[in-house]
């Protein structure tokens, strides 16, 4: 556990129990991080995420500590001490500088001052009774394995022989891996770089390096200038499935396309004519910096992918690359703040609209064109069950060789093996379809 020497502890806490708050009702937990000041982002989001990972165990906690719920911004102080409380043993400052930070947190609050003792007695008497605490606590699965009800049977029941190894690795932090700009050089080439600052990693992709350490990308040699990108091995399949098949020139969309990842890639390892897509101009201006940076072009639109009325040209697209709106359940590792913000009703909602965005891209695409259509989810509904029931209802689709699911994996790099993504990657859904001839 890591926290920002630079800035009080107790002040730390108030800014993490406040963005835990956010969360709770229901803002993104990195917009939430936008809006808090520079000097303390840093230790925030380390502090942050450490909560999130483990605040199943700190909400059973304070239920067994104090069964009346206190206030929300009380409540979500107290769980966020109790969830820093267990890895104590293992960070940087001890239990009772934790305890004392935690008091002081709340007597530099006007609006919880007065609950001080009350934070002091709870904090306490858990540091006391720990042991048993814990074991009673951990009886809940909600706090065994950090997630709602309704995720874990979801998973039970679409992955009975995994679901455990999903739920844990959830738990864990991921890497950092970079893409290498096929224009700019290979991974081996960048490792060079790396070690060139004091920096390092290996080789977990095509075009990837997972870094030893995660650092600010200010630090990555070449950022600025566009030599790298930050992208999870897994995501980094995207783009050479389609090349792959296309020739130069060739016209491509990139439906869903906000940050840019993907249409960077796909734009990197070829000369293609592509057009971006996405819904949110915001989200726009941002794919348009990435593209900036790493001087490349496409053709940018804000328009809704599935009212092609308002925006298509009217000449098909050679593919089509449909990264489409998902519950993000493969990607929990990165951003632990969706198990607290996704509901069960969710599940279906993004499903329909997934089927919806197939099915008014499908007409979109050439004879002979490919579909490509991912999600960064390890549910079916997103996945297998989405592509069986779109493949049962057009008879000119063609299943192709793709990856299917990718469950987050932490997995140690086997040497001997010739899998790209043998050293681990978040969890994805990759279906490739080909349009054939009626």
């Known amino acids: 556990m890591i926290h920002d020497a630079r800035v009080p502890l107790w ?66 102080l107290l769980c966020t001490a109790l969830a820093l409380l267990r890895e104590t043993e293992r960070g940087d400052y001890d239990a009772f500088t934790l305890v004392d930070q935690a008091v002081e947190a709340v007597k530099r609050d006007a609006r919880i001052r007065s609950q001080a003792g009350f934070v002091n007695a709870c904090l306490r008497r858990y540091l006391r009774e720990r042991a048993a605490l814990s074991a009673q606590a951990l009886r809940s699965p909600l706090a065994r394995w950090n997630h709602p ?6 998973l039970q029941q679409d992955w009975p022989e995994h679901w455990q ?3 844990a690795g959830d738990a864990r932090q991921a890497p950092m891996v970079l893409r290498v700009n096929a224009r700019w050089g290979s991974p081996q080439s960048y490792l060079a770089q790396l070690r060139s600052v004091g920096l390092d990693g290996r080789v977990c992709a095509p075009q990837g390096v997972q870094l030893t350490r995660a650092c600010r990308v200010q630090q990555l040699p070449g950022f600025a ?30 439906a869903c396309a906000a940050p840019g990842g993907k249409t960077a890639h796909l734009l990197e390892l070829s000369d293609l004519a592509v057009t971006a897509l996405d819904v949110d101009a915001q989200r726009c201006e941002r794919v348009q910096q990435n593209l900036d940076r ?54 279906s909602q993004l499903a329909a609209q997934q089927a919806r965005l197939l099915a008014h891209l499908w007409p979109l695409l050439n004879e002979g064109g490919y579909l ?10 997103e996945g297998a069950h989405q592509i069986t029931s779109f493949l049962a209802s057009n008879i000119q689709a063609r299943y192709l060789p793709a990856p299917g699911h990718l ?15 043998a050293g681990g990657h978040d969890g994805f859904f990759y279906a490739l379809l080909q349009k054939t001839t009626v």
């Open 165 to 167: 190894d999903i739920l």
């Open 294 to 347: 790493l001087g490349l072009k496409a053709r940018l639109l804000a328009a809704d992918a599935a009212e092609p009325s308002g925006w298509w040209d009217g000449k098909p697209f050679d593919a089509i690359l449909l990264d489409a709106p998902c519950s993000a359940s493969g990607i929990v590792r990165r951003h632990p703040d969706i198990v607290w913000l996704r509901r069960a009703t969710d599940i």
């Open 11 to 76: 002040r730390q806490l108030q800014a993490v129990a406040e963005w835990i708050l956010t969360v709770r009702r229901g803002q993104s937990g990195s917009v939430g991080l936008q809006a808090i000041g520079a000097e303390l982002r840093p230790g925030v989001q380390a502090l942050g995420f450490e909560v999130l990972r483990h605040l199943g165990l700190g909400q059973e906690l304070r239920r067994l500590l104090a069964p009346r719920t206190p206030a929300p911004r009380l409540d979500a």
């Open 225 to 254: 200038q566009g030599w790298v990108s930050v992208q999870d091995a897994g995501a980094q399949l995207a783009a050479p499935l389609l090349v792959a098949r296309l020739p130069d020139g060739a016209r491509v969309l990139d």
């Open 149 to 154: 009800a309704w995720w874990v049977q979801r």
């Open 372 to 381: 490509l259509y991912c999600t960064c989810s390890v549910f079916q509904a």
């Open 407 to 421: 469950l987050p994996t932490v997995a140690q790099p086997d040497p001997t093996s010739e899998d790209n993504l």
